[in-house]
């Protein structure tokens, strides 16, 4: 189509382009890789032992608190139910109520948590009706001592008000001394009756 000559000028026409265009990208791979190796290398990454973590101060969150938290819970449990032990024996002392019966009352009325409510709004460790603290001259029903000491209080006026009789004592603790009267002896309440038995068997065991 064209002559040797023309032919031979547009080869070496593209051939020069061809150079040049290679040149240029090896000159911007050259700068490119000069720019690349003049930035600082990034830092490496330093990770922490286990160990090294708990020694921070403060301390990261794992979500591991729940762990302390329940170990200082059940180190409560043990210090409170050893403060409500040395409550009883000194109400026991005071009132002249068997120490076992006081600790089997507050074992079924509370679980010995002294900041139990009931349905009925008795409340704390011998679970005291608001009316009733308030007679047997306690300010605050959720204060272990006060508690403590009134619930036991009450129980021994049960006690002498029914001659030294635990069952009927205890059954007005639970149903109230109207409904023994009513009854002529424990109310045919099962609540009351479970009540009855089940502070007797930890009293007696």
Same mark, same amino acid.
Do not use: W
């Given at each position: 189509?064209? =002559?040797?000559?023309?032919?031979?000028? /547009?080869?070496?026409?593209?051939?020069?382009?061809?150079? *040049?265009? =290679?040149? *240029?990208?090896?000159?911007?791979?050259?700068?490119?890789?000069?720019?690349? *190796?003049?930035?600082? +290398?990034?830092?490496?990454? *330093?990770?922490?032992?286990?160990?090294? &973590?708990?020694?921070?101060?403060? +301390? +990261?969150?794992?979500?591991?608190?729940?762990?302390? %938290? /329940?170990?200082?819970?059940?180190?409560?449990?043990?210090?409170?139910?050893?403060?409500?032990?040395?409550?009883?024996?000194?109400?026991? #002392?005071?009132?002249?109520?068997?120490?076992?019966?006081?600790?089997?009352? /507050?074992?079924?009325?509370?679980?010995?948590?002294?900041?139990?409510?009931?349905?009925?709004?008795?409340?704390?460790?011998?679970?005291?009706?608001?009316?009733?603290?308030?007679?047997?001259?306690?300010?605050? =029903?959720?204060?272990?001592?006060?508690? $403590?000491?009134?619930?036991?209080? &009450?129980?021994?006026?049960?006690?002498?008000?029914?001659?030294? %009789? /635990?069952?009927?004592?205890? #059954? #007005? &603790?639970?149903?109230? =001394?109207?409904?023994?009267?009513?009854? %002529?002896? $424990? +109310?045919?309440?099962?609540?009351?009756?479970?009540? $009855?038995?089940?502070?007797?068997?930890?009293?007696?065991?």
């Amino acid at each position: 189509m064209f =002559s040797p000559t023309l032919t031979k000028m /547009i080869n070496s026409s593209g051939a020069q382009a061809a150079m *040049q265009r =290679s040149a *240029q990208i090896e000159n911007f791979i050259t700068l490119q890789t000069k720019n690349i *190796q003049t930035l600082e +290398p990034p830092k490496p990454t *330093q990770t922490k032992s286990f160990e090294e &973590y708990l020694e921070l101060d403060p +301390p +990261p969150v794992f979500g591991i608190d729940t762990i302390k %938290n /329940i170990k200082k819970t059940s180190t409560d449990k043990k210090t409170l139910r050893a403060e409500i032990n040395d409550i009883v024996k000194k109400a026991a #002392a005071t009132h002249g109520v068997d120490e076992k019966l006081i600790l089997a009352v /507050i074992k079924q009325e509370s679980g010995f948590n002294p900041k139990a409510v009931s349905h009925c709004g008795a409340e704390g460790l011998m679970q005291l009706m608001p009316g009733t603290a308030k007679g047997l001259g306690v300010k605050d =029903s959720f204060d272990p001592v006060q508690n $403590v000491m009134g619930g036991t209080k &009450y129980l021994k006026n049960l006690l002498k008000k029914y001659n030294g %009789n /635990i069952i009927l004592a205890l #059954a #007005a &603790y639970n149903a109230g =001394s109207g409904n023994v009267a009513k009854y %002529n002896g $424990v +109310p045919p309440f099962k609540e009351t009756q479970n009540y $009855v038995k089940k502070v007797l068997a930890n009293y007696l065991s």
